[in-house]
């Protein structure tokens, strides 16, 4: 019940009785499919942040192989 309790808070002319109870669902239809969006939106951001621990351990290694390569030439 949170939900509509924080959905009337932001539309407080759907809680006023006699409202047009299409309006209202449909606002409320819009407004959940936006936060369904916000949270794919950033699962995929923080996924893209990550990177596998392999590719990081080696790093360092990578590093000094490049290094090393370029000092020996």
């Known amino acids: ?38 949270k794919a939106k950033v699962q995929a951001l923080s996924m893209e942040a990550k990177r596998p621990p392999p590719s990081l351990g080696a790093l360092p290694f990578i590093v000094r192989l490049v290094y090393l390569s370029s000092q020996a030439t």
Request: zero cysteines.
């Open 1 to 38: 019940m949170h939900w509509m309790a924080s959905f009337l808070a932001s539309n407080p002319d759907s809680a006023q009785a006699g409202g047009n109870l299409s309006a209202a669902l449909a606002s409320f239809a819009r407004a959940s499919r936006s936060q369904e969006d916000d």
